[in-house]
């Protein structure tokens, strides 16, 4: 019981204030992103570090964190994006110089430790970057919305997956990386998440129903081998859960695996497909 409630009152907690962020402005989103991508490669760091990798964990936060800073763009300098600027003057210097650090290092296998802490920037900054980005380029399209509908569709399909994978759940999905995944619950969180589309369309008119429906299925399937890919790197080093910052909902890349590979792919067809006009780079 004390476990449910510890559970209950997490979810709320990291719900409300995920809500509240996205709402209240653009700076707040930002800030709380930045904070989530922090501590997102701290874990996924400390993670590596059990495989016996030393990746750059300090600097990879940092880079990363420059990485996620140069989607922040709420201010342009002479038609020259900030965003820009900071990419080619500083980020990318930095990601060499990391070649440069590793010699001074004298730790064993030094280019798979210098690939580990690419690889942490490009599998946590960079989707949470994009978020921001999305956030920012469709700032005169009320964004909290559109944002709040992406994770609204998010949580359906997890709500719907775990309901119809406990009641009618039999075939296993990857039995090899995710023993309670069904087909079942896979289908029914695909379902439902298309189903709350519908309403999500009615409220948030800033994309059409088809948008909604295309974001409910690459949530829905991309977001769950998203949560797939996540078990795998956690089965690879022996872990159950990739941090212990949630209580009951284990760490920042358990709560956000589906939103760090589904991300991309909703940008993309936002950016192609949704038929808004966007902001200038």
């Known amino acids: 019981m004390n476990n449910f409630f510890q559970r209950t009152l997490t979810g709320i907690l990291f719900v409300a204030v995920l809500i509240g962020c996205i709402l209240w402005n653009y700076y707040s989103f930002a800030a709380l992103f930045l904070l989530i991508t922090v501590l997102g ?32 763009n709420p201010f342009e300098t002479y038609n020259l994006p900030i965003s820009f600027f900071v990419l080619m003057v500083i980020i990318i210097p930095i990601f060499f110089t990391a070649f440069i650090v590793e010699l001074f290092r004298k730790k064993e296998k030094p280019f798979t430790n210098i690939a580990y802490t690419f690889l942490g920037v490009f599998y946590v900054a960079l989707p949470f970057g994009l978020l921001d980005l999305l956030y920012f380029q469709y700032i005169n399209y009320n964004p909290s919305k559109i944002i709040l509908g992406y994770f609204f569709l998010m949580w359906t399909n997890d709500t719907g997956a775990y309901l119809c994978g406990r009641a009618f759940g039999k075939h296993k999905l990857f039995e090899r990386i995710s023993p309670k995944k069904t087909w079942e619950g896979t289908i029914g969180g695909v379902i ?22 295309v974001i409910a ?23 159950k859960d990739s941090g212990k910052i949630l209580p009951g909902h284990g760490g920042i890349l358990d709560r956000f695996d589906a939103v760090l590979i589904s991300t991309p792919f909703v940008i993309a067809y936002l950016l192609i497909f949704a038929h808004l006009d966007l902001r200038p780079f």
């Open 41 to 72: 490669l701290l874990e996924f760091y400390s993670l590596v570090e059990r495989d016996n990798i030393h990746p750059q964990k300090y600097f990879g936060i940092i880079i990363g964190a420059l990485v996620y800073i140069s989607f922040a």
């Open 192 to 213: 439902l998440s298309i189903a709350i589309a519908f309403v999500i369309a009615h409220f948030f008119t800033q994309l059409r129903l088809v948008d909604w429906i």
């Open 217 to 239: 299925l690459i949530v829905s399937i991309i977001g769950s081998l998203g949560d797939l890919v996540e078990s795998l790197f956690k089965r690879s080093i022996n872990v």
